[in-house]
């Protein structure tokens, strides 16, 4: 794991951002529920995509689905390191700065590894609204945070009142929103208030693909989009035969 903040002491693993090709041939895809936000990821750009730090996040998720007994174990046995526990306040490690929880199996890895290290404090990004309300809300550890992330296949199944995030075109329209930005601190993805901000990556042609609009925003429209083709696909409803009067013989 790499540090982001020395000072405030932030570790971060990461993965790479939604579908590829690994060196060997096979595809992926790290974010299996991602929706708008795919077309519009800044992981999927910019310096993310320098080919050395591709490799490195690859090389993290060969780690985890080739051995994935040996990748929690190493994980664990880090995460014991005195530079973990050297004060002032918990260390933090985000869990991802692209990619999502792929797997069940992936999620119970990390939740194994959380448990384990209670005086860390863990946060994370997720469009696996599915996954966390099945298999982490009945339960969390005490030492995670989770906040579900809009712009996927799953936004309509957030439950109302979770802490959440949205992506702003800028900061302007997110205070008009009432939500409270999280640029001025990472931390905020774990102790901030349930209505986030992210104000759009400043990469121009992403912005310019953005708009006006939210992540959420375009998402309810694609998925109106979509539900509408699947309307039209099917068709009009066909009749059933009357079970009331016929007409007059
Ligand atoms: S879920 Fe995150 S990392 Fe994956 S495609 Fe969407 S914005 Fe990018």
């Not at 693993?13 to 077309?39: E, F, Q, V």
């Not at 999927?44 to 490195?56: D, L």
């Not at 998720?61 to 050297?86: F, K, M, N």
């Amino acid at each position: 794991m790499r540090s982001s903040c020395a000072t405030r002491r932030i570790y971060k693993w990461t993965l790479p951002a939604w579908a590829g090709r690994l060196p060997d041939g096979r595809t992926y895809n790290t974010c299996p529920s991602a929706g708008i936000c795919h077309d519009l990821c800044y992981a999927r750009h910019g310096t993310f995509q320098f080919p050395g730090v591709v490799r490195a996040h690859q090389a993290n998720l060969r780690y985890v689905l080739d051995e994935p007994d040996a990748w929690e174990a190493q994980l664990t046995t880090e995460l014991q390191h005195r530079r973990y526990y050297s004060g002032p306040g918990p260390a933090h490690v985000r869990i991802h700065d692209s990619g999502d929880f792929f797997s069940a199996a992936y999620l119970h890895a990390w939740i194994r590894i959380v448990r384990r290290t209670p005086d860390v404090v863990f946060y994370a990004y997720t469009k696996e609204i599915a996954l966390f309300e099945e298999t982490v809300r009945p339960d969390p550890p005490p030492n995670f945070y989770w906040r579900y992330s809009y712009g996927g296949t799953q936004d309509a199944r957030i439950p109302p009142g979770s802490p959440h995030v949205d992506v702003f075109p800028d900061e302007e329209s997110l205070d008009q929103a009432g939500y409270t930005s999280q640029a001025p601190s990472d931390l905020r993805g774990a102790y901030g208030p349930e209505t986030l901000g992210i104000p759009a990556n400043n990469l121009p042609h992403l912005k310019k693909a953005q708009g006006s609009q939210t992540f959420r925003a375009l998402q309810r429209a694609a998925d109106t989009a979509a539900a509408d083709r699947r309307a039209r696909r099917r068709g009009p409803a066909k009749r059933g035969p009357s079970k009331g009067h016929g007409p007059p013989r």
